[in-house]
Structures are given as C-alpha cells and as structure tokens.
C-alpha cells in the first residue's frame, strides 16, 4: 500500500522489506529533523524461512500489533516466501528469521 515506515522511509508494496516487532524494534527510530535513522535496526538485512525457502527483506518499519520476537513482511517479499499464500492482513505462518 505504501507510506512512510518508521525508520523515515517511503514504502511500498512491491520494495523487499519488513517491519520488526515493536519489542525487538525498539523506541526510537528516526530523526524528525534530518529524516535519518536512529535505530540501530533500520536498514540491516534479515533473511526470512519458511518452509524450504528464504527470502532476504530490509527492516525499514516497526510493527506495534506484531507478537514478540516476529516481523511482518511487504506483499512482495511475503508473495515470494509463501507463494501469495492468503496474502491478507493478518495473515501468519511459522517462519523463522535472522539478521543476515
């Protein structure tokens, strides 16, 4: 859909990237002055499994609704890993992630 992300970045759907949990994420995450990041997640490369396939995404947002410990992913980087499996809001699977 698009927006800005909370490390002051323009989103979009189609960009491989992911927001961390707010717990993992942290508070701050960027200077309203100068648009730079602050935190020390935005912009690291994760890689994302599941099921046999990875997918590399870069943090550029935080997810305030997600549990402990988990991400959420763009629709393009969530269609690749999955194969636009559901695809809705709200959508889960058991993936595991690492900073890469």
């Known amino acids: 859909q698009?927006?800005?992300g909370a490390c002051g970045k323009?989103?979009?759907?189609?960009?491989?990237i992911c927001?961390?949990?707010a717990?993992?994420?942290g508070a701050s995450t960027y200077d309203v002055a100068t648009g730079n990041p602050t935190n020390q997640w935005c912009g690291k490369k994760v890689?994302?499994?599941?099921?046999?396939k990875t997918v590399q995404c870069t943090?550029?947002?935080?997810?305030?609704?997600?549990?402990p410990g988990s991400l959420d992913l763009s629709r393009a980087a969530?269609?690749?890993?999955?194969?636009?499996?559901?695809?809705?809001?709200?959508?889960?699977?058991?993936?595991k992630w690492f900073s890469s």
């Open 2 to 4: 698009g927006g800005f």
């Open 10 to 16: 323009q989103l979009s759907d189609d960009m491989y």
């Open 19 to 21: 927001a961390l949990a």
């Open 23 to 25: 717990d993992t994420m």
């Open 47 to 52: 890689t994302v499994e599941y099921e046999g």
């Open 59 to 67: 943090v550029e947002d935080k997810c305030p609704g997600c549990k």
């Open 78 to 95: 969530w269609n690749d890993l999955t194969g636009s499996l559901g695809g809705m809001a709200g959508d889960r699977v058991p993936a």
